[in-house]
């Protein structure tokens, strides 16, 4: 079965320290995943997505299929960074399946 | 440009009663998605359209759920004789193009249904 595990509910981090926001998924097959944010009164909108091996406003993903995994990382954590993360799979059918979400919480 | 615009942004519904909810997809996308995004959870799938054909519909919850996109544009997402269980934001996206690969998707700001 698809499926994305977030196992952070909540992360809190000092400004300036790294953060790294934990993605697992199960899919049998080569799947695209994705990281989408929504920030405070805001829409949800996409981050990066691995096929893309960019960076955004810092962060960075990498896909590791010995894992499963696709961990979002940042190595200076900035307070704008608050916000609640979602980590999705997509495979060869039409849906989209999301995690649970991390609410990161960037201290001054 | 206008994003994806969903109305109403609220909808207070009593037991039983039918709702409409609306979905402006960005003008010229041919995907559009609908969620359901219930309290302390992502979104969870409910259906897919491509064009006004609606490909994928494996994610509605119940056959009280329906949804249309008649023209191929405007989208509404039916739910018939609402119980508690369906107080969620119901969330539609929509893609430049075809299925979920390589389609960054944009999110309207979401309706949210509360049944008393």
């Known amino acids: 079965a698809q499926r994305v595990t977030q196992p952070e509910k909540l992360l809190s981090v000092f400004k300036g320290a790294p953060v790294e926001l934990k993605c697992n998924y199960s899919?049998?097959?080569?799947?695209?995943l994705f990281w989408y944010v929504q920030y405070s009164r805001q829409r949800l909108q996409l981050l990066l997505r691995h096929i893309s091996r960019e960076s955004i406003k810092g962060f960075t993903a990498d896909l590791n299929k010995g894992e499963t995994s696709f961990h979002l990382k940042k190595p200076f954590a900035q307070e704008e960074d608050s916000a609640m993360y979602y980590c999705?799979?997509?495979?060869?059918?039409?849906?989209?399946?999301f995690g649970a979400g991390t609410r990161l919480f960037v201290k001054a | 440009g206008a994003g994806v615009s969903q109305s109403p942004r609220y909808k207070v519904a009593k037991r039983g009663q039918d709702v409409a909810l609306r979905c402006d997809p960005i003008?010229?996308?041919?995907?559009l998605f609908w969620y359901q995004q219930a309290l302390g959870q992502g979104p969870e799938f409910l259906t897919y359209f491509q064009n006004e054909a609606q490909l994928d519909k494996s994610g509605l919850p119940s056959d009280r759920f329906f949804a249309e996109r008649p023209e191929g544009s405007v989208s509404t997402l039916k739910i018939q004789r609402t119980q508690q269980e369906d107080s969620a934001v119901y969330l539609c996206?929509?893609?430049?193009?075809?299925?979920?690969?390589?389609?960054?998707?944009?999110f309207g700001p979401g309706t949210r249904l509360t049944v008393l």
């Open positions: 899919y049998s097959g080569s799947p695209e």
């Open positions: 003008s010229g996308h041919v995907s």
């Open positions: 999705a799979l997509s495979g060869l059918s039409f849906k989209t399946i």
């Open positions: 996206a929509s893609s430049l193009g075809r299925g979920t690969a390589y389609n960054e998707q944009f």
